[in-house]
């Protein structure tokens, strides 16, 4: 079965700095999908990044771009100039093309920015 | 954008008693639906997967006596808490896929059991 594993349980940075935010997941699977979704405090999911594993760029959504390696099954969320609309808890989340095509969340980071 | 809608945002029960919460897809056909739970401070638990016209697909642990779903239409999907107790007050959000990569997420649904 597959995992996804987020080790940052909270992170901080300060308003228009740049942060990262950690993902590791498992799979026996060569193609699949990757996500990165926020829920802010009204408890939305928003979809923030997606990912196709077959696709060797980096995506990238304006402030918010992905280090995806495949070889160490590694997808970290970049985010440039950190604004205080960001605050949330962010999710990784895997999904596979085969099967019922379910997510995989990972624990969540929660994310803080001082202004 | 593709847009999901939940209702009631917010309910509050007794226990013993059953409570509906729908999930519609308002501008779009949704092959798929997904129902999670939530508890405070933690990730997303799917608890069943439901494709239109057929019995929904439960994940190991969900009792499916007591979370009935139903997939009657493209649009809408509910889930049905039976026999509601407080450890079953939750928060549960709903998510729908036309088949593509994508799911979009409804607004969520506070349940509590009194």
């Known amino acids: 079965a597959q995992t996804v594993t987020q080790s940052q349980p909270e992170m901080s940075v300060q308003e228009a700095e740049t942060v990262t935010l950690s993902c590791t997941y498992d799979t026996s699977e060569s193609d699949y999908y990757l996500f990165w979704y926020k829920q802010p405090p009204s408890r939305q999911m928003i979809l923030v990044i997606r990912q196709e594993a077959y696709k060797q760029q980096n995506a990238t959504e304006n402030r918010f771009s992905v280090n995806f390696q495949k070889a160490a099954k590694s997808f970290s969320l970049k985010i440039s100039d950190s604004q205080l609309g960001d605050a949330a808890m962010y999710f990784c989340?895997?999904?596979?093309?085969?099967?019922?095509?379910?997510?995989?969340f990972g624990q969540g980071t929660r994310l803080t920015i001082n202004p | 954008g593709a847009v999901v809608s939940q209702h009631p945002s917010r309910v509050i029960c007794k226990s013993g008693t059953s409570v509906k919460i729908e999930c519609r897809s308002l501008d779009f056909q949704a092959t798929t639906m997904f129902w999670y739970r939530q508890f405070p401070k933690q990730s997303l638990m799917l608890m069943a997967t439901?494709?239109?016209?057929?019995?929904?697909?439960?994940e190991q642990g969900v009792e499916k006596d007591k979370f009935l779903i139903n997939h009657a239409s493209l649009t809408l999907s509910t889930l049905t808490v039976t026999s509601a107790h407080p450890e079953d007050s939750s928060f549960y959000i709903c998510?729908?896929?036309?088949?593509?990569?994508?799911?979009?997420f409804g607004p969520g649904t506070r349940l509590t059991v009194t």
């Open positions: 998510s729908a896929s036309q088949g593509a990569y994508e799911q979009y």
């Open positions: 989340a895997y999904r596979g093309l085969q099967g019922a095509q379910k997510l995989v």
């Open positions: 439901s494709n239109e016209g057929s019995k929904a697909t439960y």
